[in-house]
Nanobody
């Protein structure tokens, strides 16, 4: 089981930026497919961005052009750079890792976009 710890959430005004980080345990981080999900109050958890072990990325339509997912395998860390934030981006952001039969979730970090 992989252990994941997110950081970087907080309160930001509309139009602002935040960078989330997710640090992973273990020695096979480079093999993991990494995802960022978010869950807004009263809504289902949704996939926001994903990055494969090879560096290919995918984004939800709602964040394309504003969010960027990246990974640093030397640091066992995945990032989510969020720009031009909107109130609809508010929610708890979760990091998720998957490789074959191994997977794990972080505890989540709160992002609130409000004036």
């Amino acid at each position: 089981q992989v252990q994941l710890v997110e950081s970087g959430g907080g309160l930001v005004q509309p139009g602002g930026s935040l960078r989330l980080s997710c640090a992973a345990s273990g020695s096979i981080f480079s093999l993991y497919h990494m995802n960022w999900y978010r869950q807004a109050p009263g809504k289902q958890r949704e996939l926001v961005a994903a990055i494969s072990s090879g560096g290919s990325t995918n984004y939800a339509d709602s964040v394309k052009g504003r969010f960027t997912i990246s990974r640093d395998n030397a640091k066992n860390t995945v990032y989510l750079q969020m720009n031009s934030l909107k109130p609809d981006d508010t929610g708890v952001y979760y990091c998720h890792a998957a490789y074959r039969s191994t997977s794990g979730w972080g505890q989540g970090t709160q992002v609130t976009v409000s004036s």
